[in-house]
């Protein structure tokens, strides 16, 4: 090996020890050929138990069929996001996010490297909402206000024509038991509109239960949903599922695009004869709850790229309202702009009165990716940046400069960048709801890339 090599590889290995994911390479026959010490904390295993042995060896509870980095090794193809669950050397259940790439040199596959993230502690924490969830089901003795679900129709604030009569609409869905199917882009008040149809409905002192299907890997949301018995995996105890602890309520399943076919399929089936049988069960409990869905983007479209299940949406499509972005109810604009101001008035002791006339025009010109959470993002950043009773272009975000010829003083060219970047991580974290994986995706750039700048720019995700 030359001296220039080995320093390469000294490097690579300093690089790669230095990085907080855990990170595990092999070569084409299978044996470990790198393992840092974060994969070895996550797997609950000593490096020399790994290093340097065959996969297989030093995780026995793994096949050629369940290990990701032995299937890619086998199709040289990459595996993006996958759930593994395991038993180590040890017999603890491991439970790990992992996303697999093939390694190539000059056109040959030499092996695979797997980046991991545990998730054993999410299980944890998700297993400790079950347990609040039902622990705070069986406090109900009658009906109250907090039965998770905040707000009415009386609470959507809208001028628009269009948004009017979609409420009216929701208003008649409240007084079915059908499925429901909401879709809109990100901000549009997705979920404001299932809760008044909750709390419209028969079901109004019910629990309502929210999901995003999206925070979480399959596995986890497998067995949140529908539940556990004890021993279906080491450390499993009898849980009830949200299905379960949602009887006589709502389950809001928001981003079900995000949810795996294989998990539609078993949704689907509670849909249709309303049984539910926990992970590792044989029996079945029957649930009266009523399923609404939410998707932030258009059902043929999830239906295209296979993100969806055809019967899952015939199933759901019932009832399905899609509610129209800030761009299409212009004349909400300035309605909803009031709204914020006189909420965070209260919020910051202020007592701005309005938006000046140019304000008002870069608002109704500017195109509103992030629709009403942008807005009232917006809004939050120009109350606590302004000196005076109403709000001017001089508050207003670099991102509206050249909307309606407003154009604020030229900065640096380094200082713009700055700002412009600064300004895009926000809007693409408003837009997915501060899910930095979602707005890595729109933004084009690895998470771990956004991650960073998240922590230079000391940008707070909210």
């Known amino acids: 090996m030359s001296a220039e090599l080995y320093n390469t590889r000294e490097l690579l290995e300093a690089i790669l020890t230095s990085i907080d994911e855990g990170i595990h390479v092999i070569d084409t026959k299978g044996i470990t ?42 199709t040289g193809k990459p595996i993006t996001y996958k759930g593994q669950s395991y038993v180590n050397l040890h017999g603890k259940m491991i439970e790990t996010m992992n996303t697999t790439l093939p390694i190539f040199v000059e056109g040959s596959l030499i092996g695979a490297v797997e980046i991991a993230k545990d998730v054993s502690r999410l299980r944890v924490l998700s297993e400790r909402l079950l347990d609040l969830e039902s622990t705070i089901t069986k406090q109900k003795k009658k009906p109250t206000n907090h039965n998770g679900a905040k707000y009415s129709f009386s609470d959507i604030l809208t001028d628009s024509p269009l ?5 009216e609409q929701g208003k008649k869905a409240a007084y079915s038991s059908s499925s429901v199917l909401v879709y809109g882009e990100s901000g549009v008040g997705k979920e404001l509109f299932v809760q008044s149809i909750h709390n419209a409905s028969k079901r109004w ?24 018995t004890k021993g279906s995996y080491t450390g499993a105890m009898d849980r009830q599922g949200l299905f379960e602890l949602a009887h006589e309520g709502t389950l809001f399943l928001d981003e079900l695009q995000s949810m795996p076919i294989e998990l539609q399929a078993k949704l689907l089936r509670v849909l249709e004869d309303g049984l539910v049988r926990r992970i590792g ?9 009523r399923v609404i869905a939410a998707m932030n983007i258009h059902p043929e479209e999830a239906l295209k790229i296979n993100n969806l299940r055809a019967d899952l949406f015939y199933r759901l499509n019932v009832m399905s309202y899609r509610l129209p972005p800030l ?46 959470r942008e807005l009232k993002h917006t809004i939050e950043y120009m109350m606590n940046v302004t000196e005076e009773d109403v709000l001017t272009e001089n508050e207003l975000p670099i991102l509206f400069n050249g909307f309606s010829g407003i154009n ?55």
Request: glycine letters at 4%; aromatic letters at 8%; proline letters at 4%.
């Open 33 to 74: 050929i790198f393992y840092n010490a974060v994969a070895a904390v996550h797997d609950g295993l000593e490096i020399t138990e790994v290093l340097g042995r065959p996969l297989l060896e030093a995780f026995p509870s793994l096949t050629r069929h369940s290990s990701t980095l032995l299937k890619v090794i086998e």
């Open 327 to 372: 761009v299409e109810r212009k004349e909400d604009i300035v309605l909803l702009s009031n709204h914020f101001m006189s909420l965070f008035n209260q919020n910051l002791g202020k007592t701005v009165k309005g938006l000046n006339q140019k304000v008002k025009s870069a608002f109704l010109h500017y195109h509103w990716p992030g629709n009403v």
């Open 408 to 462: 604020t003083h030229l900065l640096p060219l380094r200082e713009a960048i700055k700002k412009t970047e600064e300004e895009l991580i926000r809007m693409a974290l408003v837009q997915t709801n501060g899910n930095v994986y979602q707005a890595s995706k729109i933004l084009e750039v690895p998470r771990q890339t956004l991650q960073y700048k998240i922590k230079k720019h000391e940008i707070l995700n909210e």
């Open 163 to 167: 948004f009017r009569q979609i409420i």
């Open 281 to 289: 069960g044989t029996k079945s409990t029957s649930v009266d709850v």
């Open 205 to 228: 002192n019910g629990p309502f239960i929210a999901q995003n299907c999206a925070a979480l890997p399959d596995t986890l949301l497998e067995s949140l949903l529908f539940g556990t």
